[in-house]
């Protein structure tokens, strides 16, 4: 049973956001027929086994499951197939198929407990669950009083040889303990894509391009994970958007990308949607920890596209490997969280790639301001709000683009989401008239570039002076000797909020006042740290992104 997004609440588009965009199901049927033999996905698996799958193959694959879905599950418009899976062929055909059966996607976080599995299940209320066979144990329990009427399995080997599947499978099975078949009731994708059944069927012609598309459930950093309601315009608006601020990233056809971001993200499916457009090589890599399980991919594919995030670039910098390899590439896609100027000076000085930044947040899709690193040299600006797309800053109620004023960040635009799943008076409240507000505060500069100071809810305020983590966030970085570093408005025993900065060390031992002495140096006495801890790790998600409002868990 289909999921009511109904809402009283429906803000109005800014009329010159319009942009002229393609209807996503053409594109894939267009790059069945122009790209047909050219490489498409492969899996590349961290013992350097790899298989890749030409964009024939894969489409017509993903016509068959979207044929299985319609008529012999009967699924219609609205309702909702969740899919859970690290990254591999299997994950992208599934979700070209369920978008071809005009029906709607909910990610769902592969390293999720059964428990928060089942939250989403229930949430969503998805109908059909698309589950890797790694986490067999774990989604027969989650399926468990949710909606779920199929489950449908997926593996890594699916798309290999026969003979190589049946050694992998061993290999994951018995050597790794890493995967199992499902016990409870189930179908495999292999048998369905082998059945002989009519798959050139065409159900979205006809849908509206408003629909909801896409349920992509928010990270959940402040709070709760929310359903963000996507629609297919507003994915490839963004994608158009992008394409007119960064024309040599995607009018450039059949370019390799390495894709070890999550699939699951909205961050990797945008990458995953850019590489149908443009007809390019998807090299999907299941699991980036430890980073050497990236280096036979890059090794052997050559990539010239790589996305990624700050604490991922920082890291690979530091492997010899990399520092080898890593040269094939063209252009970086930054996003996700700020990159620190240090790291993408060293990293362009290592690669001799150029690197786009992206600013966004799933509620706009993806992307609000894309920064050209090549052309852009303003220090920590996150660059220029994309074609149609409107920015204003909110300060004291009223709506601003004067430079050098911080304010909430608010936008406009054909990327913003239709709401929160089921939350009417939840979106309602994040916007202010017809403007979305992001929950970030930022300041334009007299050039008009955008720059992101930090979340409004981890603003500290220290004796009446508001203290952003994410300026001291950077100065502890660049201390020699730091690996990596955070910092968070912890409450004191007063009732106030005191900074505290969290540090893993480096190479070089420092003690707490090494760090606080460097800080002295380069921030102002407010913003000095009140106490520093050192800890093993520092709390990410599973893209990277340092969760700030975790590392009160840590002391």
Not at 343 to 362: C, D, F, H, K, L
Request: net charge negative; charged share 20%; proline share 5%.
């Amino acid at each position: 049973m289909a999921v009511s997004p109904v809402s009283n609440f429906a803000p109005t588009l800014n009329p010159s956001a319009a942009i002229e965009v393609d209807r996503l199901h053409e594109k894939i049927f267009e790059a069945e027929s122009v790209f047909g033999d050219a490489p498409f996905l492969t899996t590349a698996l961290p013992n350097g086994q790899s298989e890749t799958t030409d964009f024939k193959t894969a489409i017509q694959s993903a016509q068959k499951l979207a044929r299985y879905l319609r008529e012999d599950l009967g699924y219609d418009q609205g309702d909702v197939v969740a899919i859970q899976s690290p990254n591999c062929t299997s994950y992208i055909v599934s979700l070209l198929g369920v978008y071809l059966a005009g029906l709607t996607i909910t990610n769902v976080n592969p390293l999720y407990t059964a428990a928060e599995t089942r939250r989403q299940l229930k949430d969503s209320g998805a109908r059909c669950l698309i589950g890797s066979t790694i986490f067999s144990e774990m989604m027969e329990d989650a399926v468990a009083g949710t909606n779920v009427d199929q489950v449908i399995s997926i593996s890594l080997t699916d798309f290999f040889s026969p003979l190589t599947r049946s050694f992998l499978n061993l290999l994951l099975q018995k050597v790794k303990r890493l995967d199992r078949p499902f016990k409870g009731a189930h179908t495999r994708l292999v048998d369905i894509l082998s059945a002989d059944a009519p798959h050139r069927v065409r159900y979205v012609d006809t849908l509206e391009p408003t629909r909801d598309t896409i349920y992509q459930y928010s990270g959940g950093t402040t709070g709760v994970s929310k359903g963000v309601r996507l629609t297919e315009q507003g994915l490839m608006s963004n994608i158009a958007q992008f394409a007119l601020a960064s024309p040599e990233l995607l009018n450039t056809p059949q370019q390799t990308m390495l894709l070890a971001l999550p699939v699951y993200h909205v961050f990797g499916m945008l990458a995953s949607v850019i590489a149908i457009t443009n007809g390019g090589h998807l090299v999907l890599v299941p699991n980036p920890r430890p980073l050497t399980n990236m280096k036979p991919a890059f090794k052997k594919f050559k990539p010239d596209y790589f996305p990624g995030v700050n604490t991922l670039f920082e890291k690979l910098l530091e492997e010899d490997w990399f520092l080898e390899y890593g040269r094939s590439l063209k252009i970086t896609i930054s996003g996700a969280a700020a990159l620190h100027d240090r790291v993408a000076q060293r990293w362009m000085e290592v690669t001799g790639s150029n690197i786009i930044e992206g600013y966004g947040m799933t509620e706009a899709t993806t992307l609000i301001a894309v920064r050209d690193h090549s052309k852009s040299t303003a220090k920590g600006s996150a660059g220029t709000p994309l074609p149609g797309t409107e920015v204003r800053l909110l300060s004291n109620g009223a709506l601003t683009q004067a430079p050098n004023i911080v304010g909430e960040i608010v936008i406009s635009g054909p990327q913003v989401m239709t709401g929160y799943l089921g939350r009417a008076q939840e979106t309602k409240a994040s916007y202010h008239g017809d403007w979305f507000k992001t929950g970030d505060m930022g300041q334009f500069d007299k050039t008009g570039e955008l720059h992101i100071v930090d979340r409004c809810k981890d603003m500290v305020l220290v004796s009446g002076f508001n203290v952003f983590p994410n300026e001291v966030d950077e100065v502890l970085s660049a201390c020699p000797g730091v690996g990596e570093a955070a910092s968070a408005g912890i409450r004191s025993e007063d009732g106030g909020e005191e900074l505290h900065a969290f540090i893993v060390q480096g190479e070089r031992k420092l003690s707490e006042a090494d760090i606080l002495a460097y800080c002295r140096d380069h921030l102002t006495g407010y913003k000095v740290p009140r106490k520093v801890h050192f800890i093993e790790e520092l709390p990410k998600n599973p893209i990277g992104k340092i969760l700030r409002r975790k590392l009160q868990d840590c002391l």
